[in-house]
């Protein structure tokens, strides 16, 4: 069965630096999607992706997080600056876009910021 | 998108059925009912969708009430691997659209 996968699976990183996320969507779908999920805290939507654009993103997607899709099958999200409050589990997830209403996640990037 | 309620935590014995409550009480007519769950931090995972049938697939069944205010997911044999966080989400189907989680109720099931 087709799954959406993420690298790293853990990824730790200082204060200030960039950090990129790597996420493999399904090879057929359209719209692609990060979500964040803080430990003990709910999974909450960052960003979602169209037709090589952002079509909706939440207040939590500011100036310092970017995504792209460079080259055809990669799904990245980057941000620019790491604050201790990044640290988190960060979801990759996509969708056929025609006539599905299931998400497909990865198995996610934890980040750990210090 | 319509707010849902779900119960904090459950247990269920297992083998038998798991039955998980959601209210919906302000759905609106073209708004779907989903669940999804989340087992250990891993990535959530797709159950089953539903507007105003019933609906059964190989993981679950998906009770709607008639006025639609409320539903009530089946794991009609739960095993150990079924603990997870069980997700209700109610929204209107979007091309596209992103999913709002709440808190979702966290399922144990026991031997």
């Known amino acids: 069965e087709p799954e959406v996968t993420q690298t790293p699976s853990h990824q730790v990183t200082q204060m200030g630096q960039e950090v990129i996320l790597r996420c493999v969507p399904i090879?057929?779908?359209?719209?692609f999607y990060w979500y964040r999920q803080i430990l003990g805290q709910k999974v909450e939507f960052l960003v979602s992706?169209?037709?090589?654009?952002?079509?909706?993103k939440s207040e939590i997607f500011d100036d310092q997080f970017s995504v792209e899709r460079p080259d055809g099958s990669n799904f990245t999200l980057k941000i620019r600056s790491t604050k201790l409050e990044d640290s988190a589990m960060y979801f990759c997830?996509?969708?056929?876009?025609?006539?599905?209403?299931?998400?497909?996640f990865g198995p996610g990037t934890r980040l750990t910021v210090t | 998108d319509a707010k849902t309620t779900q119960p904090p935590s459950m247990d269920c014995a297992e083998g038998r059925a798991a039955n998980l409550p959601c209210n919906h009480s302000?759905?609106?007519?073209?708004?779907?009912v989903y669940w999804y769950r989340q087992i250990h931090s891993q990535g959530p995972q797709y159950i089953i969708h539903?507007?105003?049938n019933n609906e059964t697939n190989e993981m679950a069944s998906l009770i709607i009430t008639e006025d639609r205010k409320s539903s009530t997911l089946i794991l009609p044999h739960a095993t150990l691997r079924d603990t997870a966080v069980y997700y209700c989400?109610?929204?209107?189907?979007?091309?596209?659209?992103?999913?709002?989680f709440g808190q979702g109720t966290e399922l144990s099931v026991k031997p």
């Open positions: 090879s057929n779908h359209l719209y």
């Open positions: 997830a996509s969708i056929t876009g025609i006539g599905s209403y299931e998400q497909y």
């Open positions: 302000t759905i609106s007519g073209n708004e779907y």
């Open positions: 539903g507007l105003k």
């Open positions: 992706f169209y037709n090589n654009e952002i079509s909706e």
């Open positions: 989400i109610a929204m209107i189907y979007n091309q596209g659209g992103k999913l709002i």
